[in-house]
């Protein structure tokens, strides 16, 4: 079982480290032009869903295929993503690192059985259709049958969330929020159950915990800053422009991919978060409004009279936290950027036809 999550471990690593450039321009993208960003701009912020809903997910899928059976896996790996993110409203970075490199997978074995056997001449005739009437029906599979799953497993994160805090549990909701952002489903998580719920009790009480519990920056300050301190290769490198983007421009979604790509780094997110909650429950802690974006200038502005103490006390407790066992599991685990690849990972665990 260890050995298997090493390996599912290696290939989301394999797959989203290529593509953190294009996460990095993104983070740049949104935190300057979105409305509550640096340099507002109504033209230029139209890029941000696009590349969020579409780029990044086929980035991610076209990888995990190439990383299987080359140029022609990538292709029918963005193919079969494009079914996913039609199918669905959220960012699919779920589906297109499990959709990608399975399709790729599929054709691999068509092709090792019918290749060597096509008459000279026919190839190029092979290889377009085969994987263009192969491509088409795996989407079309996955339009149908995968992107319900994937939606239930979104409302599921979404629902399990609001049952903790409904029930009194806090800092136990950091669970499921803390799995729900890393699948870039954090917005339906904020805005769908948390930012309504502070809301209302805002009204009544002048402020409200629940701002508090998916926007806080401190469990993805610390996770960066584990990287930067114990991380390798272009983890580490990058670690600190995300600083930038996430803790001052209040782009979370650049540190997903740094728990995307080593999974065991989820325990550091629920570390920080968990460790903060408990704080700002002790210490009544609570914003006046949603702060948005989730940067640590929007944190200031939202503070109640009297709450910076209980509010930013949470943020360091959360960093802290977070970055001290994020250092530890990696140096106990080590990301490795020539951890074993995808196509290990499902020869190993997909029965050969």
């Not at 409302?155 to 609001?162: D, H, S």
């Amino acid at each position: 079982m260890k050995e298997s999550i090493q390996r599912v471990g290696g290939a989301m690593s394999g797959m989203v480290i290529p593509n953190i450039g294009a996460f990095i321009a993104w983070g740049l993208i949104t935190a300057l032009y979105i409305p509550t960003g640096w340099l507002p701009n109504e033209d230029l912020v139209q890029m941000v869903g696009p590349m969020i809903l579409t780029l990044l997910p086929l980035l991610l899928g076209y990888t995990g295929g190439k990383m299987v059976h080359g140029h022609r896996g990538g292709v029918i790996g963005a193919v079969v993503t494009t079914a996913i993110i039609v199918a669905t409203s959220s960012p699919q970075f779920l589906g297109a690192m499990a959709v990608g490199p399975a399709a790729a997978w599929i054709l691999k074995q068509i092709d090792s059985r019918l290749q060597d056997n096509i008459p000279e001449g026919f190839e190029m005739l092979y290889d377009n259709f085969s994987l263009g009437i192969l491509g088409w029906g795996l989407a079309v599979l996955a339009f149908n049958i995968i992107s319900p799953i994937l939606e239930a497993i979104t409302n599921a994160l979404g629902n399990g969330a609001a049952a903790l805090v409904d029930s009194g549990l806090v800092p136990l909701a950091d669970i499921p929020i803390e799995v729900a952002k890393v699948l870039f489903l954090n917005n339906a998580v904020n805005q769908g159950v948390l930012t309504p719920l502070g809301a209302a009790e805002s009204a009544e009480t002048g402020q409200s915990i629940y701002f508090l519990l998916e926007t806080n920056p401190g469990p993805g300050l610390g996770l960066l800053l584990a990287y930067w301190f114990a991380g390798t290769g272009m983890w580490k490198e990058s670690a600190p422009g995300s600083i930038i983007i996430h803790f001052f421009g209040g782009i979370h979604e650049i540190y997903f991919p740094y728990v995307l790509g080593h999974p065991i780094m989820i325990i550091a997110m629920w570390a920080g978060g968990i460790s903060a909650d408990l704080w700002f429950v002790a210490t009544g802690a609570g914003l006046v409004g949603p702060p948005s974006p989730g940067s640590i200038f929007a944190y200031i502005a939202m503070l109640p009279k009297g709450g910076a103490f209980a509010v930013l006390g949470g943020v360091a407790i959360a960093t802290a936290a977070s970055a001290v066992v994020g250092v530890i599991l990696l140096r106990a685990r080590p990301i490795k950027e020539t951890d074993s690849g995808v196509e290990d990972t499902i020869e190993s665990n997909i029965p050969t036809v």
